[in-house]
C-alpha cells in the first residue's frame, strides 16, 4: 500500500517537471515566433 502511495506522488512530481519543461519549450518558441515576425517587418 506505501510503495503504491510513493509511486503514485513520483509521478505527481514527474508531471510537475513535464509541466515546466512543456512551459521552457513554449516560451522559446514563442519567443523565436515573434522575433522572426518583427525581423520579417523590418526587413519588407
Not at 4 to 21: E, F, I, S, V, Y
Amino acid at each position: 500500500m506505501t510503495k503504491g502511495m510513493g509511486k503514485r506522488a513520483h509521478h505527481r512530481q514527474d508531471m510537475k517537471k513535464l509541466n515546466q519543461t512543456a512551459l521552457t519549450i513554449g516560451g522559446v518558441l514563442g519567443a523565436i515566433c515573434l522575433i522572426a515576425v518583427i525581423v520579417s517587418l523590418l526587413y519588407k
